[in-house]
């Protein structure tokens, strides 16, 4: 395959080890016109107008070209106000404020002692692969637990999300085919989840999928097509994000062993360290399914009504035009603006979740392991540009410290 | 620790809530938090800070972006004497951006009130409802500014020619640059035996809002609140809060009207109704009545009714802080303190000074924006915006000033629900609901002035107003016609309904004397208020 954009290179498998010299260029041209008519925006100002523009839709039903399969029932991520607001509204009430303020915070506890008893799981040994025995396991049981999937289902759904995630991505050639493959896998991962929702409605619990189920209000409720949607949508979002997000992160901290060292003494520091993470090497790479619903002039271009847009968050957190010095890894730094959990209506739902799970297992990681460092740099990565992370990521250590 | 939310930049993504549930509470879009939360807070406080995703949340450094910083590197004034008069919101954050600029010199800050600065936003929201204590109002210390801090002490008068401030206490205190940000004062109840009756407030200081706090604690059978602008929205807002009665008598049309128009103020009049208050426009409060002892019974409005009530508020507007200033040559009044668009001071011939800026509450300035017109705006952003760009004017030279041309932003939280706008919205004669809907109180209404977009209001839709303010900055046309999500009403304007701009020549001010050129001067009469 002959490459021409910068753009195609980033979603060529090749990019994934180290896509940003590819994202660098792509800023040169802050809205590049793709051949097949997307646009792809990569700077951090213009990502931010367009995250906030209302000409922008999330509906991937106003796109011109409909060759694609028709949508699963769309989440609300896939849609635009009022649909959006509402189901997230609905969906709000039972994970953080106004109505459940201390849901997420209250979870720091199980958090700690998920990851303290997966850290103890490879206290034994001297080698392990962190994505598969960390990075994995604590947002899936977590995720699990707060929507209310039982523990002995998580195997299953787990193969269901990576599946739908592998095909995801904007351009690739075989698009339809993907499409057709997420939408069987999407069946069944809604046909399950429809099965346990009919359950909590008969029999409501603490969880959240009982409270989408049962809660009415003054806007009605989630009907259950509603409730199965967005809960893929926490599932697969609430999950395959964070696992990146840890892998990536202890990836980068392993290769700035100084900066570990100083996590290590400094407790603290892990906050804004995360923060850094979410900014350096972000596990949501690209949006890619927005659309013009009108002409709209940014920087100098005109994106057509009706041309997809493809917002390069990853490449607009390391614009030299927004941040000192973007390529440096910097845990300390301040005032950090990232678009790590994008922004505007759809800025990412779980973000509390995931900063609470990253904070709490990689302090751990850092503190507990001793002499920890790579086996393979790069290690190999999932095949999706959109999320990006390690498939693996092997450690060697010289031991585990105790809780 | 202290805690302030720059509510001007708050999108409302709610993650502060999420992390420090303690200190940050939300009602959908409208965000409260303690501003002095207590030390076992300060993991959660930072955590929030860290994570607010356009970094709103202010602990210890000032909020001007840090790509502004490394762009001055022009020439400075470094050292020398700098003089603040009036020691809030203008004045603490001028004297922080002063130091941060590297600004070696002198500094002194004179302020009258007894303490530290502190934020007044809540002292009309969350101090009201017992949600914060009024002492945990306090602003950071924007970086320990190092200053003298004169505080308690009144200024009594600027020489200008002699550079010199005068103190109450007879103090003179010599400046080579003086800053004048002494804002304003609550507007009185005009009569005074009335206005002294127990149970009469106003609303304006720490102080103030401790008396109404506790007034209010005490459970009165009936609050009376004299004016529906933001201020007494906001408290007639936390009475149904508290669950206390409450009515409100509004001169205009419906409640803020003067700031929004009469579209939006209708829209304002249904919530107050909804949330259960006794609302009645159109109506004054003629006369305030005691019982025997002084205290406050009720009051008497213009249809002849009465109300029972043992609280009142007035909130009928505020007064400029200048009459200190009225021998000082500068044109100041009852309108401000005239600057220009770089916030020096203007004398009372229109001549534009070097060494004497304003900033805050007190400022009338030009704003290229609204055909230069001079225009003074009571907004907590535009203080800070003010302040920021007269320190920095006050220490570069000619050629490296800024002129202050931010885009006005304005928010308020009144029955759960947060308002914001950008742009001037009485500075408009259409108006076209945009995205949302009224009747569900969440939507963005785009004001128009004679085909350009000059403002915008959003209830709980705060998000989008950053593209809306890049419509104003564009002068894009009105009203605005391309496709976009949420759009549910049809786009067609009506008429805003907005006050008359008031002209501020209520009082005869200005003579101007001689003939020739060299002898022709302009002088002010001074009226006292009314
Ligand atoms: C109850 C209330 C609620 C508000 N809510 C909002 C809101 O929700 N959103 C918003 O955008 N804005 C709000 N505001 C407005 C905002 O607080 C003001 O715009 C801001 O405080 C202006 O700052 P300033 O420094 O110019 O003036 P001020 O804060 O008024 O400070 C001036 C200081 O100078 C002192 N002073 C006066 N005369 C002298 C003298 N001769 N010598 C020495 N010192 C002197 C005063 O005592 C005062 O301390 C609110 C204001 C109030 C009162
Ligand atoms: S924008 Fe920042 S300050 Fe505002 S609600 Fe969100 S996290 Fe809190």
Not at chain 1, 298 to 304: F, K, L, N, V
Not at chain 1, 313 to 319: K, M, P, T
Not at chain 2, 484 to 498: F, G, K, L, T
Request: glycine share 8%.
């Amino acid at each position: 395959m002959t490459s021409h954009s910068a753009f195609e290179r980033i979603l060529e498998p090749s990019g994934r080890a180290d896509p940003y010299p590819l994202f660098a260029e792509l800023r040169k041209t802050p809205v590049a016109r793709q051949e097949d008519g997307t646009y792809v925006v990569s700077t951090y100002r213009e990502i931010v107008e367009l995250l906030h523009d209302p000409r922008v839709s999330s509906d991937r039903r106003n796109r011109l070209s409909t060759d694609e399969a028709p949508d699963m029932t769309p989440s609300f991520i896939g849609l635009d106000p009022p649909e959006h607001d509402r189901l997230r509204r609905l969906a709000m009430r039972h994970f953080g404020p106004p109505h459940s303020p201390g849901m997420v915070d209250g979870l720091r506890p199980a958090c700690l002692h998920l990851t303290t008893e997966l850290i103890d799981g490879i206290a034994g040994k001297r080698q392990a692969d962190l994505v598969d025995e960390v990075a994995y396991p604590l947002p899936v049981a977590m995720i699990c637990r707060l929507l209310g999937v039982p523990e002995e289902d998580e195997p299953q759904f787990h193969a269901w999300a990576d599946q739908i995630i592998e095909t995801l991505g904007p351009g690739e050639e075989d698009r339809a085919e993907r499409e057709r493959e997420r939408q069987a896998v999407g069946l069944k991962l809604e046909g399950y989840l429809a099965g346990l929702a009919e359950d909590r409605r008969r029999q409501p619990g603490e969880d959240m999928l009982s409270g989408f189920m049962t809660y009415r209000g003054p806007e009605g409720g989630m009907t259950p097509q509603e409730v199965v949607s967005t809960a893929v949508l926490l599932l697969i979002a609430g999950h395959e994000t964070t696992i990146n997000l840890i892998a990536n992160g202890m990836l980068t901290l392993l290769r700035h062993p100084d900066q570990l060292e100083r996590l290590r003494a400094e407790s603290g520091l892990i906050v804004p360290a995360v923060e850094e993470l979410l900014r350096y090497e972000p596990p949501v790479q690209l949006v890619s399914s927005r659309v013009a619903l009108d002409d709209i002039s940014i920087a100098g271009t005109t994106i057509p009504a009706g041309s997809p847009i493809v917002l390069a968050l990853a490449a607009g957190s390391r614009d030299p035009a927004h941040v000192p010095d973007p390529d440096r890894f910097d845990p300390c730094r301040a005032r950090n603006e990232h678009l790590g959990f994008g922004g505007g209506v759809h800025y990412c739902f779980g973000a509390p979740l995931a900063r609470i799970e990253a904070q709490i297992v990689l302090a751990e990681l850092v503190r507990r392991l001793r002499g920890p460092r790579l086996v393979a740099d790069p290690p190999p990565y999932r095949p999706s540009p959109v999320l990006r992370g390690p498939r693996h990521l092997l450690i060697e250590y010289d031991g585990v410290d105790p809780a | 620790m202290k805690v302030v939310v720059d509510l001007t930049r708050c999108q409302g993504y709610g993650q502060c809530a999420f992390l420090a549930p303690d200190v940050f509470t939300m009602k959908e879009e409208a965000l409260q938090y303690d501003l002095d939360p207590g030390d076992e807070q300060r993991e959660h406080v930072l955590r929030a800070a860290a994570a607010c995703p356009v970094q709103a949340i202010h602990l210890d450094w000032t909020a001007t972006r840090h790509l502004v910083e490394q762009r001055m590197a022009a020439p400075r004034m470094t050292d020398g004497r700098i003089v603040i008069v009036g020691a809030s919101l203008a004045g603490a954050r001028a004297a922080g951006v002063l130091r941060r600029d590297g600004f070696a010199g002198s500094l002194t800050v004179i302020g009258d009130e007894p303490d530290e600065p502190y934020d007044r936003p809540p002292l009309s929201k969350q101090v009201l409802t017992g949600q914060v204590p009024p002492d945990h109002t306090r602003l950071p210390r924007l970086r320990e500014v190092e200053a003298e801090w004169l505080w308690g002490t009144p200024a009594t008068a600027l020489d200008v020619a002699g550079k010199q401030v005068r103190l109450a206490d007879g103090r003179e205190i010599g400046f080579d640059r003086v800053l004048l940000a002494t804002g304003t004062r609550a507007r009185p109840w005009p009569n005074e035996a009335e206005a002294a009756l127990e149970g009469v407030h106003t609303l304006r200081t720490v102080a103030d809002a401790a008396r109404l706090r506790q007034a209010l604690a005490a459970r009165p059978r009936r609050v009376l609140i004299l004016g529906a602008g933001f201020t007494g929205s906001e408290i007639a807002s936390a009475c149904r809060e508290l669950d206390l009665p409450v009515t409100v008598v509004e001169r205009g049309s419906a409640p803020l009207v003067s700031a929004l128009g009469g579209v939006i103020g209708d829209v304002a009049a249904q919530l107050h109704r909804e949330h259960g208050v006794d609302l009645r426009c159109d109506t004054t409060v003629t006369a305030l009545e005691g019982d025997g002892d002084g205290r406050l019974r009720g009051a008497r409005l213009s249809d002849g009714s009465t109300v029972e009530a043992d609280v009142a508020v007035v909130a009928l507007g505020s007064i400029r802080n200048v009459e200190w200033l009225h021998d000082s040559g500068l044109a100041a009044g009852v309108w401000g303190v005239a600057c220009d668009a770089g916030c020096r001071a203007v004398d009372t011939n229109g001549l534009v000074t070097d060494d004497i800026f304003v900033a805050g509450d007190i400022a009338r300035f030009p704003h290229p924006l609204y055909q230069y017109q001079f225009m003074t705006l009571e907004h907590w952003g535009n203080a800070v915006a003010q302040a920021e760009i007269a320190a920095h004017n006050m220490v570069s030279d000619q050629a490296h000033r800024w002129p202050h041309l931010s885009v006005p932003v304005f928010w308020s939280s009144q029955f759960g629900v947060n308002i914001k706008s950008v742009g001037v919205p009485t500075f408009a004669d259409e108006i076209v609901i945009t995205q949302g809907s009224t009747a569900e109180r969440r939507f963005v209404a785009v004001y128009g002035y004679q085909g350009r977009v000059t403002a915008a209001v959003a209830f709980d839709q705060g998000l989008w107003l950053e593209f809306y303010q890049g419509l104003i900055e564009r002068a894009a046309p009105f009203p605005p016609e391309f496709r976009h999500v949420d759009r549910r009403e049809p786009a067609r304007p009506v008429p805003a309904r907005v006050p008359e701009r008031l002209v501020a020549t209520a009082e005869a001010t200005v003579v101007v004397t001689g003939h020739d050129p060299a002898e022709r001067r302009a002088s002010l009469l001074h009226t006292p208020h009314s």
